[in-house]
């Protein structure tokens, strides 16, 4: 069974760093392009940052310079290094990957997000 | 302010047909066929209903169905049943970013 797990998520202070992982199993990590995507409480989705197998990066452009996401193939597992969180960082962070169909900006396997609160 | 624009509500009774408009511009539903649709219930992960405009996942039910006309992509869901009520959101490519944008959301009662 594909499945995707988050953890990492915390209270923190604006300024401060928090390092979030999602730990994937069922499924040929490598070969995939994995994502971030966050909703802050009682709003939309926001597509994060992407990392495709080739490790090609992508960010939005409102965390660029700000977070910095990695994956580590040999465990199976994808990062997110978020520094200088603002207290609009707030939000549910889910991990997520396409794995049906032509994979062109859209994703079919979730995880069930882990929670980031910046708050002095 | 979200690049897609969705309506913030749609509501129907059981068994009714009820659409939900995304638009967007030239730049990403306009001007390609990478339009896709979620579905979220409250406190759950968003569950991908449609992508690439109308294509439907295994294991979504056929009473979900996607297409697009200019800059508008809508999601119609018939047979309006308890459980469709949810929140929706669109996604779509766009030549503006490198990820991908989303709508808004619409929240779905079932009347």
């Known amino acids: 069974e594909v499945q995707l797990v988050e953890s990492g998520g915390g209270l923190v202070k604006p300024g401060g760093s928090l390092r979030l992982s999602c730990a994937a199993s069922?499924?040929?990590?490598?070969?995939?392009?994995m994502n971030w995507v966050r909703q802050a409480p009682g709003k939309g989705l926001e597509w994060v940052s992407s990392?495709?197998?080739?490790?090609?990066?992508y960010y939005a452009d409102s965390v660029k310079g700000r977070f910095t996401i990695s994956r580590d193939n040999a465990k199976n597992s994808l990062y997110l290094q978020m520094n200088s969180l603002r207290a609009e960082d707030t939000a549910v962070y889910y991990c997520?990957?396409?794995?049906?169909?032509?994979?062109?900006?859209?994703?079919?396997?979730w995880g069930k997000g882990t929670t980031v609160t910046v708050s002095s | 302010q979200s690049a897609l624009t969705q309506p913030a509500s749609v509501s129907g009774s059981p068994g009714q047909s009820i659409t939900i408009s995304c638009t967007g511009t030239?730049?990403?539903?306009?001007?390609?066929?990478?339009v896709s649709w979620y579905q979220q219930h409250p406190g759950k992960a968003p569950k991908l209903m449609i992508y690439d405009v109308s294509n439907r996942p295994s294991g979504v039910s056929n009473r979900f169905s996607g297409s697009k006309s200019g800059n508008t992509a809508s999601l119609t869901i018939s047979g309006l049943q308890a459980e469709d009520e949810a929140d929706y959101y669109c996604?779509?490519?766009?030549?503006?970013?490198?990820?991908?944008?989303f709508g808004a959301g619409t929240k779905v009662t079932v009347l």
């Open positions: 030239s730049s990403d539903v306009g001007g390609y066929n990478y």
């Open positions: 069922g499924f040929t990590f490598s070969s995939y392009s």
């Open positions: 990392i495709t197998s080739s490790s090609y990066i």
């Open positions: 997520a990957l396409c794995m049906l169909g032509t994979c062109y900006y859209y994703m079919d396997v």
């Open positions: 996604s779509s490519y766009t030549s503006s970013s490198t990820l991908g944008v």
